[in-house]
């Protein structure tokens, strides 16, 4: 799958998902940014010191709410890391209809 396909099935699938919110959406494409800069592997691993600023999120309570969400939603797979020094991999579903 590449970036476009990602892009693509990440908007069909939320596109009647009224759970949905702008960010959440900020927040997946900043993962996804980071996925492509990452040569595109599955998973990524990702620090919220990386991510929060590209989805301009500012609160560590709300990055770590709407991750859980896309998780819960099947848009992800979360998988946190408790470890300073290691990040939470995070798993792209690659079906979200």
Do not use: C
Request: aromatic letters at 14%.
């Amino acid at each position: 799958m590449d970036q476009s396909s990602s892009f693509s099935n990440f908007f069909a699938g939320i596109q009647n998902d009224f759970r949905i919110s702008t960010t959440h959406i900020a927040i997946y494409m900043a993962l996804l940014q980071s996925r492509v800069e990452r040569g595109f592997v599955n998973p990524i691993q990702v620090f919220a010191k990386e991510v929060m600023p590209i989805a301009k999120v500012s609160s560590q309570r709300t990055y770590n709410k709407i991750l859980h969400d896309l998780n819960d939603y099947g848009y992800i797979k979360y998988v946190i890391s408790f470890k300073k020094n290691e990040g939470s991999k995070v798993y792209f579903m690659e079906n979200t209809d």
